[in-house]
């Protein structure tokens, strides 16, 4: 049952990635005046699947001194470790439920520099190989800000597990009381899915696309499948942790996917090295000062407890010994 509901997600999982796309293109197209893609189906429902088709059936072209099988490899393994993430979305019936699944989290998403690094240098190109740098500078940079704001989450709720995360929110969700972490948890998710204004793992006009320069066809395809898969988990993960689940229908989740495209549209691209200078002096900084501001808070809050415990069973105890 575990296994068969676990295809089933990743099957709703890689349809939305196709949709999301075509949600991606129209919003794209809204902002710019103009229509998107219409024309394919009604309504251009049918836009993704033939993008799909187009991009399996073009040609692929094999360089002659690049490594063949880590070149094929890399999408591949860029496509797995977005599938991982998703058992920690939580369903009905038939889920794997994670005890430290945030931890889960974090090991799999570090695993991600090694997707851009491999991708430019399994090439065997110089744009490709600059590409992959740059981001993976970029990746690490924003990986430790990542854990630290989500560790002041797990802090709160005093759990690694997201569906406790969800019920500590049942009274009143975590935006609410920490909306400035929440600004910072998006930056950080830009910086980390490469989406704009942090793309710089994939600069056109800089790097001729960046890390995948030399992947076309089912590799490019792969690639781009991975990257809008793990910007929908993101979503899902930044509504649970701030919004204390996906909402009815998924309405928080769409919210934070809407966000992702709506900053596209919007910002342009950071210079490399305001890049850093955000990252290493402005978002580190903060999210740690906040990772403890939340420590001691909930530290004095426990000792408070603790202290209140102790008063009332010492007080029983007093009060067996000398009057019963």
Known sequence: ?????????????????????????????YIHIRKGPNKVGFVGLLQPFSDVIKLFFKEMNLMMFMNLVFYHFIPGFSLILMLMFWLLFSWESGQVEM????????????LGVYVILGGGWFSNSKYGLLGSFRGLAQVISYEVSLAMI???????????????????????????????????WMVSCLAETNRSP??????????????????????????????????????VISSILFFGGVGIMGIFMLINMYIFLVVRGTLVRYRYDV??????????PVSINLFYFIFFIKMIFNCSSFSKTFSSYSFLYFQNTYFM
């Open 198 to 235: 942090f793309d710089l793992s994939e600069g056109e006009s800089e790097l001729v696309s960046g890390f995948n320069i030399e992947y076309g066809s089912y590799g490019f395809a792969i690639l781009f499948m991975s990257e809008y898969g793990n910007i929908i988990f993101m979503s």
């Open 150 to 184: 989500m560790m002041s989450v797990v802090f709160l709720s005093s759990s690694y597990e997201l569906s406790k995360i969800g019920e500590f929110q049942d009274s009143m969700w975590m935006l609410w009381g920490m909306i400035g972490l929440f600004f910072i």
């Open 275 to 284: 890049l850093m200078m955000m990252a290493w002096k402005m978002v580190l």
């Open 1 to 29: 049952m575990v296994i068969f509901s676990y295809v089933m997600l990743l099957v709703m999982v890689l349809m939305s990635v196709a949709f999301f796309t075509l949600m991606e293109r129209k919003i794209l197209g």
């Open 99 to 110: 005890e430290y699944g945030m931890v889960y989290f974090l090991c799999v998403s570090s």
